[in-house]
């Protein structure tokens, strides 16, 4: 709903008949939200939500256990739809529907999903984004840091486009052949016994076949430590507000994930140009180890990349169960994009967050006194924005 449009209004009735998973709506006080769409996605689950549909839910959303960010709170505006008619005037409600109904015909899709004003954003969202964002300067890192949910389109050329997405299916169906043949050619080489570390010394020593889970385990933490790193060091690096160039090619990188995180399109890398980065790793291991040891470590590494892809992919559209460890790991990225961009760098396993001290800490409250409205059993009213007017 654009900001300039006139609010639609809906009784309490109207409100309470959306709680399932085809049609799920929630307020915090008069204003509704149609969270349908966000069921999926959600950190805690669809099941959370669902418990609150057709309530208010100001109390959760300021916690505990978890106080939403205002990057979160920005990230619900997109799904506000109306208020709640408390004077129950049926004229009104039908006004608003048949408001509703001609909005709906002259919106696109694109500018269903986003509250982002075409006219007054940093960008023009109806032009290629790749070749804009180096004119933002001192302006790019807090833009796009503030998540939207509508699609990038980065290059006006179709084949450029198209190289820069791929569905998350690729990824295994691509690499994991691969994982499997090397799997099999360094054992079958390792059998051999003709593959020695240190030859050349008098140290030298047999790498026996039976060893080569234990190298692969090696290559796949291996991974995690270059995940971490490359998501610390060049994913999120702080490109000088001046540098236009430096500017693009962090956005191309990653900057565009942040601020559409879930363009599903874009969740996992491209084959063709992942296999720059990993044939260039194929390369150094096996010119720094003996061939079949080298390679038995990027086979390992190789598997954990995929690994990563598929638990980043899952991160961001799959609905793990509550208390397991892919739904704490969700939590724990969605932190990242939302409240966090400056800690918690691991996605696949948060070790390395740890001795780097690069941990997202967890949340703390002050004990309050909450009251209740004396009716409908509601908690009483969190302070908001003057107006309460959407997050801009």
Known sequence: ???????????????????????????????????????????????????????????????????????????????????????????????????????????????????????????????????????????????????????????????????????????????????????????????????????????SFLVHKYSFPLIFVMGMVTWTFIEYCVHRFIFHMRPPAHNYYLITIHFLLHGQHHKSPYDGSRLVFPPCLASVVIGSFYLLLTKSFPEALGVSLFVGGLFGYVVYDMIHYYLHYGSPQKNSYLYSLKAYHVKHHFENQRAGFGISTTLWDYPFNTLIPEQTFQKTQLTLLSTGGRPSPIPLRPGNQPLQ
């Not at 408390?86 to 694109?110: H, V």
């Not at 799997?183 to 016994?193: K, N």
Request: glycine share 6%.
């Open 1 to 203: 709903m654009s900001p300039s449009e006139s609010p639609r209004f809906f009784s309490e009735k109207e409100v309470a008949n959306h709680s399932t998973k085809n049609s799920c709506w929630v307020l915090t006080g008069t204003r509704i939200y149609d969270v349908t769409g966000f069921l999926r996605i959600h950190p805690g689950g669809e099941a959370l939500i669902l418990s609150r549909s057709g309530n208010d839910i100001r109390m959760e959303m300021a916690g505990p256990p978890h106080r939403h960010s205002e990057n979160a709170r920005r990230w619900m505006e997109q799904y506000y739809i109306g208020e709640l008619d408390t004077d129950g005037s049926a004229d009104e409600i039908q006004t608003a529907r048949e408001r509703k109904k001609t909005m709906d015909e002259e919106t696109s899709p694109i500018s269903k999903c986003s509250q982002v004003n075409l006219d007054t954003d940093l960008v023009d969202w109806r032009k290629p984004l790749a070749w804009q964002v180096g004119n933002l300067g001192e302006k790019y890192e807090t833009w796009v840091h503030q998540p939207v949910n509508r699609p990038i389109r980065l290059f006006g050329n179709e084949f450029m486009e198209a190289s820069t997405k791929t569905s998350w299916y690729m990824v295994p169906a691509v690499w994991m052949p691969l994982v499997f043949y090397l799997s099999w050619y360094c054992y079958t080489t390792l059998a051999q016994e003709t593959t020695r570390l240190f030859a050349s010394t008098d140290y």
